[in-house]
């Protein structure tokens, strides 16, 4: 079975610019999870979607936003770049019916903002 | 809300020599704790995971105890080897409709030659 799958690996945009990022789950899987990481900073939550729905959301602005298709992919997407929002954000996915279950990560899109 | 703390946040053993990580939890109606690795380069993996109706649990090299009296627990690696080198997070959860899961801010292991 396939992994949860992300594009693109890699990204470089500038201050000001706005950026989507997709995030394929592994299928069977209805939910999705999105993760900001920095270096020392851990996994900072993001939002966390379920059949087309925002079941939970982290503490960021919104610039930050996301949605998912009925095919359970989703996309995050963040406007107005700030040179703050260089990270790693990954995804995650699980099978859904109860939220806090096991999640498995994608490889992360590697955003470098300039 | 639930928060999940993390120790020590870098660890260093020599090879052979076991690695202990100790992650507190706050919410007593937490059931849920796995924990994750982290190579260099990509997404943080499931390694081993415990319910709060049992007390520990292995898995060859790699066991993780459970006090929930105490909100803590810990994951033991022994018999260390160089692949352990990660950053492994532990996280708590309360599995319903609505809780997501929460990370501890991870710990950096090296593994000494």
């Known amino acids: 079975k396939a992994g949860v799958t992300q594009t693109p690996r890699y990204l470089i945009k500038t201050r000001g610019q706005q950026v989507t990022l997709s995030c394929s789950p592994i299928?069977?899987?209805?939910?999705v999870s999105w993760y900001q990481q920095t270096p020392g900073q851990g996994l900072q939550f993001l939002f966390e979607y379920f059949s087309e729905t925002q079941r939970n959301k982290g503490n960021f602005p919104g610039r930050f936003s996301g949605r998912q298709f009925s095919n359970s992919r989703s996309e995050m997407n963040v406007s107005t770049l700030e040179l703050g929002d260089s990270a790693l954000y990954l995804c995650?996915?699980?099978?859904?019916?109860?939220?806090?279950?096991?999640?498995?990560f994608g490889p992360g899109t590697r955003l470098l903002v300039l | 809300g639930e928060n999940v703390e993390q120790h020590p946040s870098t660890l260093s053993v020599q090879e052979g020599d076991s690695a202990v990580i100790k992650c507190t939890y706050s919410?007593?109606?937490?059931?849920?704790f796995p924990w994750y690795k982290q190579e260099l380069g990509k997404g943080p993996q499931l390694i081993i995971d415990?319910?709060?109706?049992?007390g520990e649990k292995k898995d060859q090299r790699i066991a993780v105890t459970l006090n929930k009296t105490a909100k803590h627990f810990s994951l033991h690696i022994t018999e260390t080897q160089p692949e352990d080198s990660a950053v492994y997070f532990c996280?708590?959860?309360?599995?319903?409709?609505?809780?997501?899961?929460?990370f501890g801010k991870g710990t950096r292991l090296h593994i000494l030659p």
């Open positions: 415990i319910r709060s109706n049992v």
């Open positions: 996280a708590a959860s309360r599995v319903n409709r609505d809780d997501k899961i929460i």
């Open positions: 919410d007593s109606a937490s059931n849920y």
């Open positions: 299928s069977g899987h209805r939910s």
């Open positions: 995650a996915s699980s099978f859904g019916d109860r939220a806090g279950e096991t999640q498995y």
